[in-house]
């Protein structure tokens, strides 16, 4: 199996896990009636899933492109709920003790370090792929 093909899969689960959390935590948890964040949490899920989608069914020569973008909203959805377990961000502060939490800042900080890894491969000039445990250009 190409490793690209790992790297895809994988950032795919982290941003279908990204979304349900969020979908969740909007529709069940009443997120949806806090000020801003209820939006917010609604748009992640959203992109979440369309991400998660465009990941698995993107020709390769887009896979950097969105594997990149992929990183960027799961490293901002981390970024943005470790702030919240700080500070308040848009006057709401989150707790560790939230539905979810720990799932979520592990899923979100793997899936962005993998997906940032797919990008750097797949934008680099061409397809890596790993063969007998060494890297070699298709």
Do not use: K
Not at 37 to 60: D, K, Q, T
Not at 74 to 97: E, K, M, N, Y
Not at 122 to 129: D, N
Request: charged content about 10%; aromatic content about 8%; glycine content about 10%.
């Amino acid at each position: 199996i190409q490793l690209q093909v790992v790297g895809r899969v994988l950032t795919a689960v982290a941003l279908a896990v990204m979304a349900v959390i969020h979908l969740r935590l909007y529709s069940t948890y009443d997120y949806r009636a806090i000020h801003a964040i209820g939006a917010l949490f609604l748009a992640n899920g959203i992109a979440g899933a369309v991400l998660c989608l465009a990941m698995l069914g993107v020709p390769s020569r887009l896979v950097g492109l969105t594997a990149l973008a992929s990183s960027g909203l799961l490293a901002a959805t981390f970024a943005g709920f470790v702030i919240a377990l700080q500070h308040p961000l848009f006057g709401f502060q989150d707790s560790i003790r939230a539905p979810h939490a720990w799932t979520a800042l592990i899923d979100e900080s793997a899936g962005a370090v993998i997906a940032l890894v797919i990008a750097a491969m797949s934008l680099r000039g061409g397809a890596t792929r790993a063969v007998a445990g060494t890297w070699r250009r298709a």
